[in-house]
């Protein structure tokens, strides 16, 4: 579920919450607004320090692997972990593509 959809139900949510109390409506309501607030300042955040040139922070890194596609990985020349189809991001990092997998899994937990 997008953030958008969720913030939808919150406020659907508070809508009927708030017909009973308008307190715990209003406080719903809060909460959303803060949280897409937050997701803005996320979002602004990111494009500064790409405007500016600095390095990616940690926060920039975890939201770009969120936010990156999934796939599955094969090899025919190297034994992939996990080897059930796990789907794991591709991530791109300043025009470099990176992936998470395990290699020689089997080597090192005999």
């Known amino acids: 579920m997008s953030y958008r959809m969720g913030i939808a139900f919150v406020c659907f949510i508070a809508f ?5 109390n308008p307190f715990w409506g209003l406080l ?3 909460f959303a607004v803060v949280y897409v607030l937050l997701k ?17 922070n940690e926060i920039l890194i975890h939201t770009i692997v ?5 796939f599955y990985h094969e090899s025919e020349t190297l034994k992939l972990y996990p080897h ?3 789907k794991y991001p591709l991530v791109t ?4 593509y990176y992936i998470q ?9 005999s």
Do not use: D, M, W
Request: aromatic share 6%; net charge negative; hydrophobic share 40%.
């Open 101 to 109: 997998t395990r290699l020689f899994y089997n080597q090192l937990c």
């Open 66 to 70: 969120q936010t990156s596609r999934t």
């Open 93 to 96: 990092l300043e025009g470099e």
């Open 28 to 30: 719903i309501v809060g």
């Open 40 to 56: 803005i300042q996320e979002t602004v955040e990111g494009i500064q320090h790409k405007a500016l040139g600095l390095p990616l």
């Open 84 to 86: 059930n189809q796990a």
């Open 16 to 20: 009927i919450v708030a017909t009973f």
